[in-house]
């Protein structure tokens, strides 16, 4: 998503592969409701939300580390997965490039068994709360 030339971020949306592609009623359907998505995404400020804080993050970081066999650097980007923060936005709080994002992210994906983000945010989510 995009507001004003700025990447505001990520909506994804997945069907099951018997369904296909979607259907071009579908697709502008989507792009009806792009703008306001965007907008609020806009709205939100990425440093305003309480997972970024260094401390907050810290410690999903830190519990993420203790219950998985993540490493210090996956369990960082996972908890920014966690906040809701696009592979971008996650290379900005890391002072990383986007491949080294995704490098990371393969990894926790491998190491915590799972196959896409939804999956990732949600086994992490099980971890930092158990």
Same mark, same amino acid.
């Given at each position: 998503?995009?507001?004003?030339?700025?990447?505001?971020?990520?909506?994804?949306?997945?069907?099951?592969?018997?369904?296909?592609?979607?259907?071009?009623?579908?697709?502008?359907?989507?792009?009806?409701?792009?703008?306001?998505?965007?907008?609020?995404?806009?709205?939100?400020?990425?440093?305003?939300?309480?997972?970024?804080?260094?401390?907050?993050? $810290?410690?999903? *970081?830190? /519990?993420?580390? +203790?219950?998985? %066999? #993540?490493? &210090?650097?996956?369990?960082?980007?996972?908890?920014?997965?966690?906040?809701?923060?696009?592979?971008?936005?996650?290379?900005?709080?890391?002072?990383?490039?986007?491949?080294?994002?995704?490098?990371?992210?393969?990894?926790?994906?491998?190491?915590?068994?799972? $196959?896409?983000? *939804?999956? /990732?945010?949600? +086994?992490?989510? %099980? #971890?930092? &709360?158990?």
């Amino acid at each position: 998503m995009f507001a004003q030339g700025e990447c505001t971020g990520d909506m994804r949306i997945w069907r099951r592969r018997e369904r296909g592609n979607f259907e071009s009623n579908a697709i502008d359907a989507l792009r009806l409701v792009e703008p306001a998505f965007a907008a609020a995404l806009a709205r939100f400020q990425w440093e305003a939300d309480p997972l970024l804080s260094a401390p907050a993050r $810290e410690s999903v *970081t830190e /519990l993420l580390q +203790r219950r998985s %066999a #993540l490493s &210090h650097r996956e369990a960082e980007a996972v908890a920014l997965v966690l906040s809701g923060c696009p592979d971008k936005q996650i290379a900005r709080n890391m002072a990383v490039g986007l491949p080294t994002v995704r490098f990371h992210l393969a990894n926790a994906f491998r190491k915590l068994r799972v $196959e896409n983000r *939804t999956q /990732l945010a949600a +086994r992490a989510q %099980a #971890l930092v &709360h158990d």
